[in-house]
């Protein structure tokens, strides 16, 4: 796991679109890092679709994890 700074535009893309600041700085964090965006929020989800970003839900995350029992 590694700690990185929260991105200094999360405020004015959450402001932006309209979801909370952590969607924005995780949406923001996944297009920097070329990383699927891990979220259940409806608004933010389609935002990052729209952005081009992967978006997994928790479901999809256990659906992941069952595939590799």
């Known amino acids: 796991m590694k700690v990185v700074e929260d991105p200094p535009d999360a405020n004015s893309l959450a402001e932006k679109v309209g979801i ?3 969607e924005a700085s ?3 964090l996944a297009r920097a ?3 699927p965006v891990l979220s259940d ?3 933010a989800r389609k935002f990052a679709l ?3 970003l ?3 839900g928790s479901v999809g995350i256990l659906v992941e ?3 590799q029992d």
């Open 20 to 22: 909370h600041h952590g």
């Open 26 to 28: 995780a949406i923001l």
């Open 33 to 35: 890092l070329k990383v």
């Open 41 to 43: 929020d409806s608004d």
């Open 50 to 52: 729209d952005f081009g």
């Open 54 to 56: 992967e978006v997994i």
């Open 65 to 67: 994890r069952l595939k």
